[in-house]
């Protein structure tokens, strides 16, 4: 075995979730850029979390296992090139935040540093903003911090999902299969960034078509979903009105959604697609699957570990 010469540091960046219930205000609060939200939304907010964990908060943990497990990789695949790592988190709006991350790697003696976020699609609101705060943060420390931007085309990545959607359909009846609708879904984002010629929403259909291809699937869509709820219009159209429309007016009564701009478990898809998502379906009389989340799956884990590596 080489002598390890070489110590790089990874900040694994993500939006953040809270560890328990007594501490969803303060996250609404700092999503809400210091302003706290009032008891309705606070009470709303509450009621989804309460809807998927119970009491119990395992949301955290779902990050943390990917973390723990890129790093495991990350040695595993380069440990014969003298290579080691450490893998810190950075959050967008619960500690330890992206300059909690930051400000630990240069304690800690890291020079060499890649930052990459837990989304494969670029925007310059979602990824943009993740890496702007990283360099912000980087500032005047002894810390070379390069980034991941995308992955959304990367081949292990398309196979793990590719996977998914095919063992899901396995779910519906044989003879009804080649009727299931696939929907492709993500995070909507406010619309402007279209005037701004953001590459998220292309990059988006182009994992969607990639998985179609692989997967022989003809019959599929994209749709948006978890807008925020702004003044300001969001990308549409969003998924509950695609299921409506899917079924009043093309007759479709079997959907199977693949969330592919979520990478874990998370509110997103345990609440907006598990449980709004199946009640609309319910009430159309449609049956409704949804493929699993990517969580530590190791063609995830390589995915990450390439693009990583690729920066050094």
Known sequence: M?????TIGVLVMSYGTPESMDQIEAYYT?????????????????????????????LRE??????????EALNQAYAEQGLS?????????????IEDGVRQMAEDGIREAVG??????????????????????VEGLDLTLRFVRSYHLHPELIQALSERVTSALERFEESERSSVRVIFSAHSLPAKILEMNDPYPDQMLETSRAIAERTGISSWQFA??????????????????????????????????CPIGFVSDHLEVLYDIDIECQHKARELGMQLERTESLNTDPLYMKTLSDVIGAQL
């Open 224 to 257: 948006w979903q978890s807008a925020g709820r702004t003044a300001t219009p969001w990308l549409g159209p969003d998924i509950m009105d695609v299921l409506v429309t899917a079924h009043r007016e093309e007759g479709v009564k079997r959907v199977l959604v």
């Open 85 to 97: 790592f450490k893998c810190y988190q950075g959050l967008k709006h619960a500690s330890p935040f």
């Open 116 to 137: 990459i976020v837990l989304a494969p699609h670029y925007s310059v609101m979602s990824v943009g903003g993740y890496i702007k705060r990283a360099q912000e943060a």
């Open 62 to 71: 779902n990050t943390n296992k990917q973390v723990a497990a890129l790093e």
């Open 2 to 6: 080489p002598t390890t010469n070489r």
């Open 30 to 58: 700092h999503i809400r850029r210091g302003h706290p939200p009032t008891p309705e939304q606070l009470q709303e907010l509450t009621d989804r979390y309460e809807a998927i964990v119970g009491g119990f908060f395992p």
